[in-house]
């Protein structure tokens, strides 16, 4: 095992390094210093910390990343389907420290990609930071110079606090650090992602090099959009929120081209500005924009410091709505109003007929924070290092909306399922993307195993029996699970799902579940513990 590139550590943070100095070159390969011999004397302390050491080691998930880049092949347990060739991307903010300065939310970190390369049953590694300008700056001066999630650069004076506000409006002043998502375009460019535009950046899915900015080249000014945008072999669909005048932009790009070309606009129904879109779902005719009461908030934004619910208010008398457009002609063909949500993951959706064929609705289907905005605050880097012990992690379920085509005013929203068969956790869901738009019935997710402060298990659930199958290993922490089909398969859920899990030890695996059973084939061991991350995608071998 060796590093290619480590980072200078400058205090000891739990059992890793909670000070990351992003400019440095001292190596660091190896957890944990010689034992201590205990003599009586030294025995309570040395228990203590000893539990001290197990509780943090704990905290791998939530610890920045100990070195800028490694990679390396691993020992396989088990075996991996030597029909299995390609890369397992992943993406997550990964580094939450400048010098001694420690951020506060999980959103705010600086992207680390983590690639699993499978090659007839070999399993190789890497990881690497994502050169942003964000984080290339954060590197050069030892200080945060761009607005992440919930982080603002502190200003000397009045008026370079005021020249931030200014290039605020300009875009100039937010980040670029994708640390949300990574997706495969149909020509072949992979970009990591996240909700800033600007924060759009093609990598290298094998070296992991960061190549350059996406840039778009059309004249679309906002400086928003969604996380996730729909990607297939034909498309890339996104919303993009408009603020001023609030609605939702919905655009189409081509394979091979940088420009987005609009399908359709959606004006809001309610509230003074447009609801979070972190995700959305389509069918095969129609985009799907959600309109959460959870709204961005111009005044927020503006704010040096954190609000409650950051960028965003809950403005629970403005509704909730779902809005239906079409593909082909962009026209709206349903508009409804739903209960009160909560969601930042939509999970699939399709459309219903009737026994002549008709389309008669939408089904939607997400992850549902029972319209409580809690969740946020759980995510918080603190919160997520200090649990006690207590069921903290609010309940989640899949939401599933019903939305009629038949000019209906209201559509409908409750649990698909009985949410204690996933332990009332969910999110961080996928599914067999050969049903994108298409009904469909398994949906792959974190659930929960209570008590707990975090997902904490791996759940496959069957929508049609609605009963889940559920994987747990006490102490760990998985990250989405993400499923990757067997070539040729005829049955939805023929293939195996990837996660990487930050275990009780403070170490890593990638694990390997069969599709069908939902049990583990393979696990492979990392060289050290790494963060958490969000989300994934599969770049096949060509
Ligand atoms: C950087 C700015 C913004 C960024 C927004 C970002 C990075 C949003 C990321 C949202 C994510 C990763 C949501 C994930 C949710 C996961 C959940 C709920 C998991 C639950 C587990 O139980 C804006 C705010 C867009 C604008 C200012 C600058
Ligand atoms: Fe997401």
């Not at 080691?57 to 990343?65: E, G, H």
């Not at 990964?94 to 990609?113: E, K």
């Not at 009985?418 to 332990?423: A, F, K, L, M, Q």
Request: neutral net charge; contains cysteine; glycine residues 8%.
């Amino acid at each position: 095992m060796d590093s290619l590139i480590s980072l200078s550590i400058a205090k000891n943070y739990g059992c890793f390094p909670s000070r990351i100095a992003i400019c440095g070159d001292v190596r660091v390969l190896s957890g944990f210093q010689k034992p201590m011999v205990a003599t009586k004397k030294t025995r309570t302390t040395i228990v203590n910390v000893a539990s001290n050491m197990v509780d943090e080691r704990r905290l791998v998930a939530w610890t920045s990343v100990r070195q800028e880049r490694w990679e390396g092949e691993l020992v396989v347990e088990g075996e991996i389907p030597k029909w299995l060739n390609g890369t397992y991307l992943r993406n997550g903010p990964g580094l939450w420290h400048l010098g001694d300065y420690g951020f506060r939310h999980l959103f705010d970190g600086y992207a680390t990609l983590v690639r699993l390369n499978f090659h007839h049953g070999r399993l190789v590694m890497g990881h690497r930071q994502i050169e942003s300008n964000a984080y290339k700056a954060a590197k050069k001066s030892n200080k945060l110079c761009y607005r992440e999630f919930s982080e603002v650069p502190k200003h000397d004076n009045f008026l370079t606090y005021i020249g931030d506000l200014a290039s605020l409006f300009s875009g100039a002043s937010l980040t670029d650090n994708a640390n949300t998502g990574v997706v495969k375009l149909a020509d072949g460019r992979v970009v990591c992602l996240t909700e800033t535009i600007k924060g759009s950046i093609v990598v290298d899915p094998d070296s992991l090099d960061t190549i350059e900015k996406f840039e778009y080249s059309d004249s679309w000014s906002g400086l928003i959009h969604s996380a996730h945008p729909i990607v297939t072999d034909t498309e890339f669909i996104t919303l993009l929120p408009d603020l001023l005048n609030p609605g939702y932009m919905v655009v189409r790009m081509y394979p091979g081209t940088n420009e987005r070309k609009v399908i359709g606009r959606v004006d809001c129904r309610g509230g003074p500005s447009p609801g979070w879109v972190h995700s959305f779902p389509v069918t095969e005719h129609y985009v799907i924009v959600p309109e959460m009461p959870l709204r961005y908030c111009a005044q927020n934004l503006l704010k040096a410091e954190p609000t409650p619910l950051y960028k965003f208010r809950w403005y629970p008398e403005s509704k909730g709505f779902m809005h239906v457009m079409c593909k082909a002609s962009g026209k709206i063909v349903a508009s409804v109003e739903v209960p009160l949500f909560v969601t930042f993951h939509f999970i699939n959706a399709y459309e219903e007929k009737d026994e002549d064929g008709r389309i008669t609705g939408v089904i939607a289907d997400c992850c549902e924070h029972n319209a409580d905005t809690t969740i946020l605050d759980n995510l918080r880097l603190q919160n997520l290092r200090s649990w006690s012990g207590e069921d903290v992690l609010p309940d989640a379920r899949v939401g599933r909306f019903r939305i009629p085509l038949d000019g209906s005013k209201n559509g409908e929203l409750f649990a698909a399922l009985n949410p204690d068969e996933h332990g009332r956790g969910m999110d961080m869901c996928s599914i067999n993307p050969n049903f994108l738009g298409k009904q469909y019935r398994y949906a792959y997710a974190c659930g929960a195993q209570r008590p707990c402060n975090f997902p904490n298990t791996l759940t496959k659930i069957d929508l049609v029996d609605r009963k889940a199958k559920n994987w747990y290993d006490e102490g760990a922490v998985p990250s989405e699970p993400y499923f990757v089909a067997r070539p040729g398969a005829t049955k939805e859920d023929d293939g195996v799902v990837i996660s990487m899990i930050s275990d009780k030890n403070g170490e890593g695996y990638a694990l390997i579940l069969d599709g069908t059973t939902f049990e583990e084939i393979a696990r492979a061991k990392f060289p050290y513990g790494l963060p958490y991350g969000l989300h994934g995608c599969w770049v096949p071998k060509n």
